[in-house]
């Protein structure tokens, strides 16, 4: 079972201004890797005129225990993918190198970085769309849960309550 204090404590720390935004999302994203059981967890947030491009706050890499940031996702390049987060999102793709609207990053970005498995959930301010966290496993196709969606959809609802905190 997914422990929500820890969402909770995280927001809480933010809130009480002991966190800054980098820790808080770097602190979230490996608390993703470690609840859910996945091998990657990211938060991504939307740039550009049109939100066409997708900017990554902060992933997580369990295999090597180190973050990154900054990469940038076109939606020239990912096109189906966007329109997927656009109409549903959500988008639960176990086997994402055959998913309809994730087979589009099997070239660039799934064989080089040896990803199987996708969940994503997007993040909304007051109804708008402003981002994504997204949680990928490596080496093997990883079957979602239930469980596993709703607590990302909770961590998205909290960091859509720390991005207003945040002033964004």
């Known amino acids: 079972m997914h422990d929500t204090n820890l969402l909770k404590n995280l927001y809480g720390l933010l809130n009480e201004g002991k966190l800054d935004r980098g820790k808080f999302f770097a602190l979230l994203s490996r608390t993703l890797v470690q609840e859910i059981g996945c091998t990657r967890a990211s938060f991504w947030f939307y740039a550009g005129p049109l939100q066409d491009q997708a900017v990554c706050e902060s992933l997580y890499d369990a295999g090597d225990q180190q ?27 176990s086997d994402a190198r055959q998913h309809p609207a994730t087979a589009c990053f099997n070239e660039s970005y ?57 002033g964004v």
């Open 67 to 93: 973050w990154s940031s900054g990469m940038v996702l076109h939606e020239d390049d990912f096109g189906d993918y966007f329109a997927a987060m656009r109409e549903g999102r959500v988008l639960v793709a």
């Open 110 to 166: 799934f064989e080089p970085l040896n990803i199987y498995s996708l969940l994503d959930v997007g993040i909304d301010i007051d109804g708008l769309p402003l981002g994504l966290v997204c949680c990928e496993n490596t080496a093997q196709i990883k079957e979602w849960s239930q469980p596993d969606l709703q607590y990302l959809q909770q961590a998205a609802a909290m960091v859509s309550l720390a991005m207003k905190k945040l």
